[in-house]
């Protein structure tokens, strides 16, 4: 990246404060950017971190005091962060191109135009991938699998037979669609399995990161809706459907046929019972367990998930007990 | 598939209700299936949705009224919906076969007959591979590792040498089988690692979901019994030892040298502290934290876990502590 | 392994009490060893295990008494026991060795001497690997990545562009470094993504298990401290700096941008929340959830996790909510 402060504002869809001829070569966080790079502040709680740091040019919303540094403002600073990064992203990340040959693809499976298929890559009879995808090496796209365009598959991806993707979308490391959902039936006291014939349906946009599953329906369809984003290491079950825009943070767990609205977003570490619906634009604090169904537009903490407030003040209770039942002691030792 | 009702009655060991010589083609949910698809009704709870559902043919027990609707009649109904399954998992479920040519299988391994061995999967020295197992591509099959009949090894799964697989497995990808466990021991102020020399015995019948972890013993062994089902994402640490017909949900995890009996269920997210006994028929309902032996044929909740009605008197009595609080501030302010 | 007690002895730095000429040739907890082979108490505690077991030798430290039975005398004897179990340890584990003809090693690529490149790894361009570094099967090495000498890299390990790694490492089978942090901002209703454009950087002697997955920096770098050791199915974020000889248990994870010192212990299914400060040598139990910075040299639990004696009189206490309320509710009908 060599760009003037006033290139990277253009490009960003901001203004430009104090000098824009400025040139920026690179990008870090206040506290370690030099007189090179561009930074920026996230939330105008931290600005007094912008006196102490170096950097030579700083992203920031209109009402944030820059002093004498030139700044690139923005009202969505993050956007234009984004905006900027992308620009470094696309210099410093290189990636694989072609179609490597060692990759197996099948006679039947048909790539589009300006597909990238990795080392050692397979791709299994039926399957169709779009325009542009770039499948990177030990990648395994299962029977007739389909892929819309523009799509990011990292390294040891494995999309089982039957899934259908969207277009751009973003698949990390190690992630695992379409295994078979927990599927058991006890008889004669074993437990017999029951066959998932179902799908999944990933929806344009989504991105999947490193070693997350999403197992596919028993006989329906799990789907995750447009622009939704999943962290690491998250489970989701048999039959789950989610809506678009949903967020939900590493080691978060949703159970079976589990309805989620859209906006919807999980932290970390949460945990859905199976069944349930929640609603359009809930949010689940870390740690929450959700084990009946929410109603939209809520922020609910907790297990059992209730509304935040009435769990901070639960907590807050609850932490007093032991000074409470040593003062009840004390009473029935001494009544007044 | 295509068959009468007739026909998927005899297979599933049931009865027939109705027309026998209805066709059907597919099978779906109550809400999902059309006029040439079987359904059928899990629990009687439900039995509201059987007059809206526009199934051909239903699965139900004995006791369900089904009206003009045909019906297969089964004592188990899930038995019976299973076995149906089985049909479209046939028809609709493509494997790889054969031996592929980029498959990497050393010298002295082993194969049975009618194995398929897919693109880029390697195959160590020393490994058994017994007869019709399929191991789909990008699999790792490590040294003298030994695998009985009929198992089915999705992509990217990888047995660490030694491990001993019984028969009519199934991994699904991701799975990580005789990982090292985790030993160390201090000295010298820093983490010295006790190698990890045991190894994994996997019984027959066992199914291990998406990128769960099973890891080797220290010295001894770690052990899945006959007929346990694991989910995704799952954590079996070093000489954790299982009795058969287990089931254990997502996001579990069971800690190093910990003995589980027979018919033990672990829902989602448990956890299960070091060198405890479970007894037969535990049941550890979802989130719990389990920090003591327990005896058999219990079902325990909470952290730490205990039976799972002194739990739920615990929760509600919690939930009235704010109340309770707020009585006890007032009744100071103006004692009676 | 066929040595003397005298011999074993001598490679572990202890003494020897009792025959020391008797030949060992395995290892085996007390309960499993057979007249051939050492055990070991690794705890004054288990004693009692002593008498009853048939090990023809014994790790103890100077304070057990052993009776007739010959032992090896060490004043940490889980070190001494980690040395013995080394001989086993090149005495079982098969390797694989050389460079494969499948590998794909990209023409920039730079291997070190004697490393070890197995079927279907892929190294990509730019990337340098050290010294006597075995990489398994079906390993990703990406672009630029650097890594130090003797590292031990189990199949399908997936390390992605530019990352660093030190020497001595060891990365169980399913890891995944340097994927995309979590990162996105609203735009219009939407999730944009923001690029992550950063790095990880490992250092030496730092250990990975299995499935676990370490997420590059959004612009600066994820860092793991020397000799930190990471067990399975672990979640570490974007712009996470671990100290130097941590342990991170199973199912942990650990929010972004979060700071941790050295010696720091995470018991399994903790989490710590992004963006705070963990002090030198804190220790964290099992299941605990950290929502704040904590001063070092603590021993915490619970969540929000608080000093463990403090939790642990707080769910004493609380177990006691339910007879309080009963006793309240009599009171109130018999007021004395």
Redesign the interface.
């Known amino acids: 990246m060599n760009k003037t402060l006033m290139e990277l504002a253009e490009r960003a869809g901001g203004t430009c404060r104090g000098d824009g001829s400025i040139r920026l070569t690179g990008?870090?966080?206040l506290a370690?950017a030099g007189p090179g790079d561009i930074s920026f502040l996230a939330n105008k709680k931290y600005a007094n971190q912008l006196a102490s740091s170096r950097a030579g040019a700083v992203i920031v919303s209109p009402d944030v005091e820059t002093g004498a540094r030139p700044a690139l403002v923005h009202a969505?600073p993050?956007?234009a962060?984004?905006k900027v990064?992308?620009l470094?992203?696309v210099e410093?990340?290189?990636r694989?191109a072609g179609i490597?040959p060692?990759a197996?693809i099948a006679p039947t499976a048909k790539l589009g135009r300006n597909v990238t298929v990795?080392?050692?890559t397979?791709v299994?009879?039926?399957a169709v991938i779009g325009d542009n995808c770039i499948l990177?090496?030990?990648v395994?796209v299962?029977?007739?699998v389909t892929m819309g365009s523009d799509c990011l598959v990292?390294?040891?991806v494995?999309i089982?037979?039957?899934t259908t993707i969207g277009s751009r979308c973003?698949f990390?490391?190690?992630v695992?669609i379409g295994?078979?959902g927990?599927g058991?039936?006890l008889?004669q006291?074993?437990?017999?399995?029951?066959?998932q014939?179902g799908t999944v349906v990933i929806e344009d946009?989504v991105?999947i990161?490193?070693?997350s599953?999403i197992?596919r329906g028993a006989?329906?369809v799990t789907r995750i809706g447009r622009?939704t984003?999943i962290?690491?290491?998250v489970?989701v079950?048999h039959g789950v459907e989610f809506g678009s825009?949903g967020?939900v943070?590493?080691?978060t767990?949703i159970?079976g046929s589990t309805k989620i609205g859209h906006?919807v977003t999980l932290a970390?570490?949460v945990?859905v019972?199976g069944h349930i619906e929640i609603g359009d634009h809930v949010v689940a604090a870390?740690?929450s367990?959700i084990s009946h169904s929410l109603k939209p537009n809520q922020v609910v903490w907790g297990?059992?998930a209730q509304p935040i407030q009435d769990e901070i003040?639960?907590?807050a209770?609850?932490?007093?007990?032991?000074k409470?039942?040593a003062e009840?002691k004390q009473l029935r030792k001494n009544p007044s």
Request: charged share 25%; hydrophobic share 35%; net charge neutral.
């Open positions: 990008a870090a966080g370690e969505q993050s956007v962060w984004a990064l992308e470094l992203d410093r990340t290189r694989p490597h060692t197996v990795g080392a050692h397979v299994e009879d039926g990177y090496p030990q395994y299962g029977f007739d990292y390294p040891r494995t089982r037979e039957r973003i990390q490391p190690g695992v295994g078979d927990f058991f039936t008889a006291g074993r437990h017999y399995k029951i066959p014939v946009d991105e990161q490193a070693n599953t197992d006989v329906g622009g984003k962290d690491n290491l489970q079950a825009d967020l943070a590493a080691l767990g159970a906006h970390a570490q945990g019972v870390a740690r367990g297990t059992p003040k639960l907590l209770a609850l932490r007093r007990v032991p409470l039942l009840i």
